[in-house]
């Protein structure tokens, strides 16, 4: 629990820094201490000056290290929360309201360093206060900052594809080192997936869109098993059933999946680029790490059809007979719903504190799943289903549903919520588990526990 707390407090601190502008730096006052104070009562010092050319400007990215003190007490240090040394990545977005800390950042070139120094009341004005804090007691927040790098989006677009290819050639070079050492063939693809096949299994192969199971033992190259369903210590032994090609797993199983046939035994050597890539996913699998996966392909399995074997109907007029279900279901249970233009219901139960999150960000979530008839089919808090910790995933980039990547953009941290989703926006006609039939509408309870 302290971790989560600890990993929920970042963006709430980003959230109440800085007022003042770009310019603010000649407009303030001086104190003995060679502060600046901004019009807000904000005081802040340049302790060392970078050689970076450009201020951040809202759309820039930026690498910081982040120290934040209440009084005297340390209470968070980027350092010792992220991947090794790595400095947070930060998107400057337009400032919402006194204390935004997006202004503070935009006083920074590449290189600066330097420590701001915000009053409690600030932070109490602006609805952001730390779990931590205890507002009789504490009377200023202080930051102190080291700014890495300031990049465009243009510039952040150039940065990325090259460290991707600085990676994907690292790996490489790791990947055929590994196949030397331990005498292995493996077939090459055109994206980077190695694979070797002991059992070809019989049939046609997987296909994008069918719904796959499998038995599997991820592994890193130093032989470090970090998740498999036949090894009882992970408590998950069923097989894993899931519909590929359709970005629920990561991307090299997407590929990989598709060249067993059912029966189909083998091995996949994923490089970091077709994984998690700079992402720490757990203690277990560090920032650029190589999967190595052994699955088996148990079954596969076409689209179902709807309910009688009908014919799979249009989007569209699958779409009005969820809308007409959602919205019985809201008006039986006297539920006061919003609704989105891609047909999504959402219910806010409680409020959060700071900025929504947003595309990009890794979010760690409390759930619990359910269908229109009541039957829980999953949740992270009921020990039953044999996993309660927050569940953790890189919103926006398809990982989950796209319920969730679109809902979860509507809740800040704190926020309480329940999801009505539409089929469309969930699994359509698949059915991923015995409990989601194909065009199940899925209502999700959600708490917003933490934004990276």
Do not use: C
């Given at each position: 629990?302290?971790?989560?707390l600890?990993?929920?407090?970042?963006p709430?601190?980003?959230?109440v820094?800085?007022?003042?502008t770009?310019?603010?730096?000649?407009d303030?006052k001086k104190?003995?201490d060679g502060?600046?104070?901004?019009p807000?009562?904000?005081?802040?010092?340049i302790?060392k000056?970078?050689?970076?050319?450009?201020?951040?400007a809202?759309?820039d990215h930026m690498e910081?290290y982040?120290?934040v003190?209440?009084?005297?007490?340390?209470?968070?240090?980027?350092?010792?929360m992220?991947?090794?040394t790595?400095?947070?990545?930060?998107k400057i977005?337009?400032?919402k309201?006194?204390?935004?800390m997006?202004?503070g950042f935009?006083?920074?070139v590449?290189?600066d360093?330097a420590?701001f120094?915000?009053?409690?009341?600030?932070?109490?004005?602006?609805?952001?206060v730390?779990?931590q804090?205890?507002?009789?007691?504490v009377?200023?927040?202080i930051y102190?900052i080291?700014?890495?790098?300031?990049r465009?989006?243009?510039?952040?677009?150039?940065y990325q594809?090259?460290?991707?290819a600085?990676q994907?050639?690292?790996?490489?070079k790791?990947?055929?080192?590994?196949?030397?050492?331990n005498?292995i063939?493996a077939t090459?693809t055109?994206?980077?997936?190695y694979?070797?096949?002991s059992n070809?299994?019989?049939?046609?192969?997987?296909?994008?869109?069918q719904?796959?199971?499998?038995n599997?033992?991820g592994?890193?190259l130093?032989g470090?098993v970090?998740d498999?369903?036949?090894?009882?210590?992970?408590?998950?032994p069923?097989?894993?059933?899931v519909?590929?090609?359709k970005g629920?797993?990561?991307?090299?199983?997407?590929e990989?999946?598709?060249?067993?046939?059912?029966?189909?035994k083998?091995?996949l050597?994923?490089?970091?680029t077709?994984?998690?890539?700079a992402?720490?996913r757990?203690?277990?699998?560090?920032?650029?790490?190589?999967?190595i996966?052994?699955?088996?392909?148990?079954?596969i399995?076409?689209?179902p059809?709807v309910?009688?074997n009908?014919?799979?109907?249009?989007p569209?007029?699958?779409a009005?007979i969820d809308?007409?279900?959602?919205?019985d279901y809201l008006?039986?249970?006297?539920?006061k719903a919003?609704?989105?233009?891609?047909g999504l219901y959402?219910?806010?139960?409680?409020k959060?504190?700071?900025?929504n999150?947003?595309k990009g960000k890794k979010v760690s979530m409390?759930?619990?799943?359910y269908t229109?008839d009541?039957?829980?089919?999953?949740s992270?808090i009921?020990?039953?289903f044999?996993?309660?910790q927050p569940?953790e995933?890189?919103l926006?980039a398809?990982?989950?549903?796209r319920g969730w990547d679109?809902?979860v953009?509507?809740?800040n941290?704190?926020?309480k919520?329940t999801?009505f989703?539409?089929s469309?926006l969930?699994?359509?006609?698949?059915?991923?588990?015995p409990?989601?039939?194909?065009n199940?509408v899925l209502?999700?309870?959600?708490e917003l526990?933490s934004i990276?």
């Open positions: 629990m302290k971790l989560i600890r990993k929920a407090l970042l709430m601190l980003l959230a820094g800085m007022v003042g770009a310019d603010a730096q000649n303030g104190t003995k502060f600046t104070v901004l807000s009562g904000i005081e802040y010092k302790i000056h970078g050689d970076g050319k450009k201020r951040a809202v759309g910081l982040i120290h003190y209440m009084d005297d007490s340390l209470t968070f240090d980027s350092r010792k992220f991947s090794a790595s400095p947070v990545p930060v977005a337009p400032t309201y006194e204390g935004d997006m202004e935009m006083l920074l590449a290189g360093s420590v120094h915000v009053p409690m009341d600030l932070m109490r004005k602006a609805g952001n730390p779990p804090s205890k507002l009789g007691e009377e200023m927040m102190e080291q700014a890495v790098s300031v465009t989006e243009e510039e952040e677009a150039k594809a090259a460290q991707t600085k994907g050639a690292i790996d490489e790791l990947l055929k080192k590994y196949f030397s050492k005498k063939k090459k055109e994206s980077g997936l694979y070797t096949v070809k299994g019989t049939g046609e192969k997987a296909k994008a869109g719904k796959l199971t499998v599997y033992t592994m890193l130093d470090t970090f498999s369903n036949t090894d009882s210590a992970f408590k998950h069923t097989p894993f059933s519909v590929i090609g629920n797993v990561i991307k090299g199983w997407d990989g999946m598709l060249l067993f046939s059912k029966g189909g083998g091995k050597y994923i490089p970091s077709l994984a998690y890539g992402q720490d757990s203690p277990q699998i560090p920032p650029n790490s190589i999967l996966f052994e699955v088996e392909l148990l079954d399995e076409d689209a059809a309910a009688g009908q014919p799979q109907l249009a569209a007029e699958q009005k809308d007409k279900l959602i919205q008006k039986k249970n006297d539920i919003t609704k989105t233009e891609s959402y219910s806010i139960s409680q959060g504190l700071g900025d999150a947003a409390n759930y619990t799943g229109l009541g039957t829980v089919f999953d992270n009921d020990p039953k044999k996993h309660v569940f995933f890189p926006g398809g990982r989950v549903i679109e809902g953009q509507l809740l941290i704190g926020s919520a999801f989703i539409p469309g969930a699994y359509g006609p698949q059915s991923p588990a409990a989601i039939k194909p199940s209502i999700f309870d959600v526990v990276q």
